[in-house]
């Protein structure tokens, strides 16, 4: 290799970068979204008082489908466990009992402005 600038880094990477670039940092940073919602956890339908979105999915047919927990909570109250209600749950598709249930956070638009 030819000689390189002491505050250039060469990693794994295919681009040469300063060392305070925003993508390589070994510190938990504000950007990087491997370190975003690591505190996210639903357990119970209240939890993080309900703003987020569940992916259900039929493990015999694969199907997926996406709702709301307020549509569950209606049914099954806000106390429900996840994973009670998912086991209730039946595929619209092939009509088999075989639910899993995964939340994930609710992202806001792009060019959202909250005032």
Known sequence: MSAVAPNLILSRHTVFA?????MDAKY???HNPNQM???FHVEKLADEFGQY???L???SCLHERRTTPH???NLCGWDAK???VARRLRCSICGQKKCTARA???TTPRGYKSH
């Open 57 to 59: 999915k039929c493990e």
């Open 71 to 73: 549509l569950l909570a």
């Open 82 to 84: 996840l994973n009670d």
């Open 37 to 39: 919602g690591k505190d």
């Open 18 to 22: 300063s060392s305070d670039y925003w």
């Open 28 to 30: 938990p940073c504000p």
């Open 104 to 106: 994930v956070p609710m």
């Open 53 to 55: 979105v569940l992916y």
